[in-house]
């Protein structure tokens, strides 16, 4: 069964450093998404991306975030300047094909961000 | 958004059936039910989706009255395993791009 795929499964980093976040979506797919749930907390939607560019963001995507596409398999979260709260577990997601919307989400396994 | 309403957490015994009701009172007519469950360290997986009365598929059934303003998520025999956080959401079925919002949450522990 197709699935998706992130990595790295967890990244430490300091304070203001940027981190690129990647996932592997269904292949097919055409609607892709991240969320993150921090420690103890609800999942939280951040933003989604459709025909190469962001469809909709949460209030928690500000400036700091962006989403790429770079080629046709690879979808990326980056966070420019990272801060202690950005420590969370970060989850992509993807759904929807030519033949099928769908409002199922298909989650990958998440990367563990944690911030020193 | 409808607003849902559920328990915080269940206890069920091995073999158990389990049910977890959802309230959602101001559900809008092209709104659908849909459940996902979230074990621990892992992303949310998609269970079950319904609009009305009764879908079952192999993983659990829905069961849905007629004013919609509730349902409930039915596990049959639940094993060790189906311990989780499930999430009931309300919202558009067919809207590719919809985030998803989730509440807290039943945390479900299933006692041997």
């Known amino acids: 069964e197709p699935e998706v795929t992130q990595t790295p499964s967890h990244q430490v980093t300091q304070m203001g450093q940027e981190v690129i976040l990647r996932c592997v979506p269904i292949?097919?797919?055409?609607?892709f998404y991240w969320y993150r749930q921090i420690l103890g907390q609800k999942v939280e939607f951040l933003v989604s991306?459709?025909?190469?560019?962001?469809?909709?963001k949460s209030e928690i995507f500000d400036d700091q975030f962006s989403v790429e596409r770079p080629d046709g398999s690879n979808f990326t979260l980056k966070i420019r300047s990272t801060k202690l709260e950005d420590s969370a577990m970060y989850f992509c997601?993807?759904?929807?094909?030519?033949?099928?919307?769908?409002?199922?989400?298909?989650f990958g396994p998440g990367t563990r961000l944690t911030v020193t | 958004l409808a607003k849902t309403t559920q328990p915080i957490s269940m206890d069920s015994y091995e073999g158990q059936e389990v049910n977890i009701t959802c309230s959602h009172n101001?559900?809008?007519?092209?709104?659908?039910i849909t459940w996902y469950q979230q074990f621990p360290s892992q992303g949310p997986r998609f269970i079950i989706q319904?609009?009305?009365t009764k879908v079952t598929n192999e993983v659990a059934s829905l069961f849905i009255p007629a004013d919609r303003k509730s349902s409930t998520l039915s596990l049959p025999r639940v094993s060790l395993s189906d311990t989780a956080v499930y999430y009931c959401?309300?919202?558009?079925?067919?809207?590719?791009?919809?985030?998803?919002?989730f509440g807290k949450g039943t945390r479900l522990s299933v006692i041997a």
């Open positions: 997601a993807s759904s929807g094909t030519e033949l099928r919307l769908s409002y199922e989400q298909y």
């Open positions: 292949s097919n797919h055409l609607y």
């Open positions: 991306f459709y025909n190469n560019e962001i469809s909709e």
């Open positions: 101001n559900i809008a007519t092209n709104d659908y």
């Open positions: 319904g609009y009305k």
């Open positions: 959401l309300v919202g558009g079925a067919f809207s590719g791009n919809t985030p998803l919002v």
